[in-house]
Every structure is written in C-alpha cells, then in structure tokens.
C-alpha cells in the first residue's frame, strides 16, 4: 500500500490521505510512486485528479508542494506513443531535449540552460532522475522509456534535494510498479513513416501476500530511422535503429513497517551510425562547401545538396582504405574489423533497490541505492559529406567507446510529526568510473600513407603499424561526490509555512590521459638540419625528430586533479489562501561541480599542456546558480479548473559550455561568463462541463542572455546576446475527449498543438543559427472497451511535418571563410496504428 512519509495541513492533508487511500484500492504498493489517480479529489463528482509528486523527496499532491512541476502521466504517454525521452518536449514549454553526440549521448536544457551533448565529461545542468535515482550518463536519453507511471519535470535549481546535477532542473521518470491482483497487458503498433514496428507487454501482480512482482518488456525495429539522399554512395541507405528494453520489479512488504522495491532493467540500442537526424545548412554563400583536409593539399567536394529542410541526409561511408585497420593499442574494440559500413551498440544495466523502514509512528529511514553500468560504442564519419564521382570519402572517422560504472548510496530520514515542525535530513554518495576510449581521423594523414617505420635522429626507428587512424587516445575519469542536507518544514500557523534547508557537496575527480597510438606522420617530422640516412640501393629518406604539435605513442599524462565543494541553501514561503489557493516564494541556489574535459586531442590543447606538464588548460570550473521565484497554484470552479503560474530570476555564474571550432576540428570547452533567465510560466486544466472533455496548456515567457563577457574562440563577445535553446515564447494546448458509444464501447479523440518561438542553436557568434518560430500538431483517435481492456488506435504526431533545429556547429574541414553549419533536428512526422489490450 501507499505509505505517505510527509506532513500537510488541513485539507490538504485530506486530500493527500484520500488520494493514497485511491491508489490503495487500485493495489500500486509502493511510496516511490508519483502518478496521477482518475478519482475525485473530493466530494465533486467532476474535479480534477489528483496528481502526487516527490518534489521534496517525499509524496505530496502537486497543488500543495511549493515547487514547479509540469507532469506527464501514463495515459498522455500512451495515447501519443511516447516511448523516447526527446518526445516530451511538446509537453513542456522551455524544455529542449538533444539526442546524439558521440560523447554524452544526448543533452536536456531547461529555460535556456543545459550541458554538451558532446563532451562525456560534463555532469547534465537537468539532472536525470530515473525511478530515484540520479543517472549521471545522458546516453540513457537514446533509449526508449517504457511502461512508465508518469514523467515530472522540476523547473529551477533543485540542489536541496537532488544534488550536484540539478543545477537548471530535473527530468524524472518513474516506472509501473506491481498490481495487488494479476495482470497482463500488451500492445503492437507499426510506424509508417520511419518503417518502424513495435511490440511490447507486461505481466504483473502478488506473488504471495507479502511479495509482488512486475515483468516487462518492448522491442522497436525501426528501419528508415535515418533517409539517405538520393544517390549518396553508402551501404545502408536508409539507417536503422533497434531497441531492446526489458525490466523486473519486485515489490516486499514481509512486515508492517517495512517493504522493499527493487527494480533492474537492461537495454540494448543498435543503429546504423552515431549520426541520426543532422543535415547540413549550407549558410550565406548557399553553396556546399568543400571537404579540405591536410592544410589544403586535398579538396573533396561535399556530395549533399542544401536542402536541410527535406529529411535526407548525406552520410557517405568511409572510403575503406582509410579505416579498416582500427588501433588495439588500449584492448578489444566492438570496431575491430570495421568494414566502413558506420555502427552502434549501446548496453546498459541500471539497478535500484529502495527499502523504507517505519522506525516508529512519525520517524522513517529510507535507504536509495542505484547502480549503472553501460558500454557504448559506435563508428562514423564526422565530415557529414565527401565524395569524388561515385567514390565515398566520408572522412573524419571516429570510434569512440564510452563505458560507466556507477553506484550511488543515499540515506534519509524522514518525520511526520502531528506538530508544527517537521524534518528531513540524509547523505549522499556517488562513485563512478568513466572511460573514454577512441581513435580518430581529425587529420586523415593516412591519405597520405598508413602508419609506417621511421628512421630517428635519435638512432632508432619508430616503429611502424600499418593501421590507418591517426591516433588513439583514453581518458579514464574516476569521481567521488559526497553530500549531507536537511531540511525543515514549519507550521507557523495553519495557513502559513515556511520550509528550507541546506546541502553540502564534496567532490572529487582524476583523470588519466594515455595515448598508446599516433600516426608516425604526425607524431614526427624530419629533422630541421635536414639530417639523412641512405639505405641499400641508395634510398636516401631524412632522419625525423619529435613533432612539438603532436604527442608520440605511449604518451601518458598521470593523475589530473579537480576537487571543489559547495553549500546550496533553499528557502520557501507558502501561504494558504483558502484550501484551493496557495502562493510561495522561493530563494535557491544549484550546484554542478566543474571537471576535466576528455575532448582534447593528441594536437593543439593536449600537445601543448604535456609540453608544460600543466595540464590546467583541461579544467573547466564548476557551474552554480542564484535566485527565487514567486508562483501560485490554485484550483477553481469547484476544483474542476487548475491554474498555476510562476515568475523567476536566476543567475548562472560560470556556465559551462563546449563548442566546436570547424576550421581547427577541435572542441572548445570552457565556462561562459554568466547567464541570467528570467520570465514566467502558467500551465492550467480543465475539466469541462462537456462529458468527457478535458482541456489543458502551457505558456511560458522567458528571456535568457549572456550577462557577462564570454568570449568565444572565434574572438566575439557574447554578452548581451540570447542564451541558446531560449524561446522568449512558448507552450502547447491539448485537447482529450472520451466519448461513450454504448456499455461496451468508448471513442477518445485527441490532439496538442504546440508553438516555440524563435532561438539560437548553438553559442559560438553573435550570428549563429536562428531556429525560426514554428507550431506543430499532435493527433490521436481511439475506440476500444470503456475499461480499457482493448483498444485500437491511429497516433500521429507531429502531423505537419514540422522540423526544427536544437542544436547547431560547424561542418568539420571547412575552408576558410566556409559557412555550412550541421543542424540537429527533431524526427519529423510520425504516424502510428496500434492495438493494445489489457485483462
């Protein structure tokens, strides 16, 4: 049964207690779970239903907790076939969600604010609470999400009770539990437009009367995942994605007082190339720019067409002489034997185990362990272009391999006392071991020749390999992050309540650096006193010394340190109006400890720190946040009508940002000066006097900028200019009507428009790519059993085919004065026919 470890006050409490009382009967046995009920919230036959949420780390109902939140629960998500993580960006003003990157993954920002969905070094500025536990790796966001319970998103600093990682927000998602009595449940659905099927079902219920178990599992086939432009010289022309997901919760209650959930959930991801949806935009001049590698001695020209708007994509594969010989220097690599036909594979196993213990009547001990081990790794050509007649030349390949293990510790205790002061307080600790592994084409010296022996003024050879790679490089990153906090809940009189607390952070990290690996070619030169050696046969070749840009193989930095601490404080004032209306005020603060970035190259950044021996140049500073804001939740018109709104302000200070310079081919990370957002959102329901009709919508104004100088690589000074991803409108309007057609039978018929206003994509110019204002439109229609033990469905989403853009850099190898920019968009149109049953 529901357990509520919390305090409220006067009707709010009844109505907590009455909504538990709900989930009790429906038999969901856990605290963990925050979710929606379709029942009354009280005596009217018609109010909105209640929705519980674990804001404070505790179950409270949304219109109570002093905190925004907007909240997806499982029927919006199984109504559209939500299965992915960048598909809730319709429901959630401000909210931008990035798939892809060969380090991170992925990356979620909110109100402007977010982290590198390239760099695997950088902690999420949102952090990513899956099912309560904080999952540090964004590669989780390219999988798919199932037989979810409900989505909540934390708008604002949450670090009081969320930690280093939440600096901007928290993306929470929150599985099904087990059911008191057996059920199976089950649906197909087919795509039409990407190809794609999916098939996925779930088995639940008790096991004895203490013990109850839930199984689930979906598998998704998606064939044109990715459309190749016509004509483009690759082996896969259209490219596919596949994902395995399955799942097992146990749920235990042997004694009154006690229970324990434990879930474990593996997933599996396979594509055809780490790039997915990224076309190029062919900027001012309205031409393909070239592909020039090695200092301009070879021009290839591009291949793709400019027309970015038209979801084909130019994704030549390698031309084979290039990579088919991938460095081992560092072990087994899943691109051993790459054929230069682009891949990946990604698996992880996610585990948490959370237990409560009522330790008497008003005092309970929860204990939250999480643990996370992924192995990711995929190979492509990171030139977006390159072809000489019919003869691919997708340079620029890279195979990196991302693997993390992760464990993370948090104790707390919780009070709920009958008085007016009530307590929270615990700790917190994380482990991880990151590594990032990769070889890498930045040069394409193998144009030229594969790695061959050298002769060295120093007496010698260097030794050749053949392989075809210009090096290899590991970064291995281990943290430790340690936190204490509490908070504290006071009564000051029935209508009035003040809350806050305190954490503090201690945080640690090193990192090594090897290269076991650099091409000959680049790691030497000939020697400048023109020194030579003559070989039989009279071959005379010089003699070569040490390059100063490159590093030589069997490079290794040693421990490189970073450590930081932070205090993050919290404190709210709510007041009660009447028990339908509330108001607060909120000061927070947010935390995201700062690293070593694992981006630099055996060239330029890398080079020159093992030249010094300092290696602080890789030290980007840690990210924190200041400010409040003022909101108001109240429910209207016999509770039938919801309306909440909030105004913030918050300073970002040292922001950290990782940009990509084209001409160069290098990744510039460092820490932007500072951004302050500030606007409001207001989200609303309601239930409406027509039978069955429901009307919801979100609008958001936000206006986030520069406030300090940042000064790009490309020497502009980005004060002043709007933060990237930052609309300064935005929200959505949904509809859902159920329509009864006689005892056996009920029509539902959907739809949520949704409207973005204009935003830069990236943050290297005072000209970067402006994604334009767009709206897009979501439909769904129904017909199935009342009770919903089946049900027939035709989904589409995003019905006008609309793409937009949430992230933007520079095309690798352009030519000076080169302007083609790749554009990360959404996937376009998606139309679904799905069956689904439930007995």
Not at 194 to 222: A, K, M
Not at 250 to 257: I, Q, R, Y
């Amino acid at each position: 049964m529901i357990k509520l470890h919390t305090r409220n006050p006067s009707s709010a409490r009844a109505a907590l207690l009455g909504g538990a009382a709900l989930f009790a009967i429906a038999g969901l046995p856990s605290a963990a779970l925050a979710q929606s009920s379709d029942a009354a919230a009280d005596e009217e036959e018609n109010a909105m239903p209640v929705i519980l949420v674990q804001a404070r780390k505790q179950t409270e109902t949304l219109q109570d907790v002093p905190v925004t939140i907007t909240s997806v629960g499982a029927d919006t998500l199984d109504k559209y076939s939500v299965d992915e993580v960048s598909d809730v960006v319709s429901r959630v003003p401000t909210l931008n969600i990035q798939v892809g990157g060969s380090g991170s993954g992925g990356q979620i920002s909110l109100r402007g604010v977010g982290s590198s969905n390239i760099s695997a070094s950088f902690d999420s500025a949102v952090a990513f609470d899956y099912d309560g536990v904080q999952v540090s790796t964004m590669r989780l966001v390219q999988a798919a999400f199932f037989d979810t319970a409900q989505i909540d998103v934390l708008k604002g600093p949450q670090s009081l009770f969320f930690g280093k990682s939440a600096s901007a927000g928290v993306f929470s998602i929150r599985s099904q539990d087990p059911t008191s009595t057996w059920e199976i449940g089950g649906k197909a659905s087919y795509e039409l437009e990407e190809d794609g099927w999916l098939v996925g079902g779930y088995i639940s219920g008790p096991i004895s009367d203490t013990l109850g178990i839930r199984l689930s599992g979906q598998f998704n086939d998606i064939s044109k995942f990715v459309e190749l432009q016509d004509g483009t010289p690759a082996v896969n022309q259209d490219r596919g994605l596949k994902n395995l997901v399955g799942r097992m919760t146990l749920a235990w209650e042997p004694v009154p007082g006690f229970d324990a959930n434990l879930k474990v959930q593996y997933v599996k991801n396979e594509n055809d190339g780490a790039i997915s949806h990224s076309d190029i935009y062919c900027g001012a001049n309205g031409i393909a720019d070239p592909v020039v590698l090695l200092q301009g001695a070879l021009t290839i020209p591009a291949g793709y067409d400019c027309n970015f708007k038209d979801q084909r994509y130019f994704l030549p594969d390698t031309a084979p002489a290039l990579a088919v010989s991938v460095p081992l220097a560092t072990g087994p690599t899943k691109a051993e034997g790459y054929n230069g036909v682009p891949f990946g594979e990604t698996e992880l196993l996610f585990a948490r185990l959370k237990l409560d213990f009522e330790l008497n009547d008003n005092l309970t001990f929860t204990s939250v362990t999480g643990f996370v081990d992924l192995d990711a790794t995929d190979v492509d050509n990171y030139s977006y272009g390159g072809v000489i007649g019919t003869v691919p030349f997708g340079v620029g390949t890279s195979d990196p391999r991302n693997t993390l293990k992760q464990y993370s510790q948090e104790l707390r205790f919780t009070s709920d006392y009958d008085g007016a002061i009530n307590f929270m307080f615990g700790g917190f600790y994380e482990w991880r071991k990151f590594v990032f592994d990769t070889a890498q084409n930045g040069v394409n010296i193998s144009l030229v020749s594969p790695d061959i022996t050298l002769p060295l003024l120093s007496g010698g050879v260097a030794p050749g390999t053949g392989y075809t790679f210009d090096w290899d490089k590991n970064h291995t990153t281990k943290t430790q992050a340690y936190s204490a906090f509490g908070s504290v809940i006071i009564d000051l009189t029935e209508q009035l309540e003040l809350s806050g607390g305190i954490r503090y952070t201690k945080e640690t990290k090193t990192q090594t650096i090897s290269v076991p690996y650099v091409h000959n070619l680049l790691a030497y030169i000939p020697d400048p006193g023109g020194a030579t050696v003559t070989f039989p046969g009279g071959i005379v070749s010089p003699l070569f010394v040490p390059s100063p840009a490159f590093l030589q193989s069997g490079f290794y930095s040693g421990p490189i340190d970073f450590k930081d601490s932070n205090w993050s404080p919290e404190a709210t004032i709510k007041y009660e109006i009447n028990p339908d209306f509330n108001v607060f005020a909120s000061f927070k603060t947010g935390f995201k400890s700062g690293g070593i970035d694992n981006s630099a190259l055996p060239s330029n950044s890398l080079s020159q720190a093992a030249a010094s021996g300092d290696f602080g140049s890789l030290i980007y500073k840690s990210e924190t946040a200041i400010g409040g804001e003022v909101g108001f939740k109240s429910q209207l018109n016999d509770r039938t009508l919801t309306l909440n709104g909030t105004a913030f302000y918050y300073v970002f200070d040292d922001l950290q940002v990782q940009v990509f310079d084209a001409i160069a081919v290098q990744f510039e990370t460092s820490n932007a000066g500072q951004v302050t957002t500030k606007g409001f959102d207001l989200g609303w329901g309601w239930r409406t006097p027509v039978d069955g009709l429901n009307l919801s919508g979100n609008i958001a104004w936000l206006d986030a900028k520069f406030s300090d100088t940042y000064i790009t690589f490309l020497g502009e000074d980005l004060d002043g200019r709007d933060a990237p991803r930052a609309p300064n409108w935005s929200g959505n309007i949904a509809f859902d009507w159920g329509v009864p057609m006689g005892d056996a039978l009920e029509l539902t018929l959907s739809g949520n428009a949704v409207y973005s206003g204009s935003y830069f994509t990236t943050s290297t110019s005072v000209n970067d790519y402006v994604q334009p204002d767009y709206f897009a439109f979501d439909a769904a229609v129904s017909v199935g059993d009342p009770d919903g033990k089946w049900k027939l469905s035709l989904i589409g989403n995003n019905l006008t085919d609309k793409l937009w853009v949430g992230s933007a850099g520079g095309r690798p190898f352009l030519p000076a004065g080169g302007d083609d920019v790749i554009l990360s968009t959404n996937r376009g149109r998606q139309v679904f026919v799905e069956a689904s049953f439930k007995f």
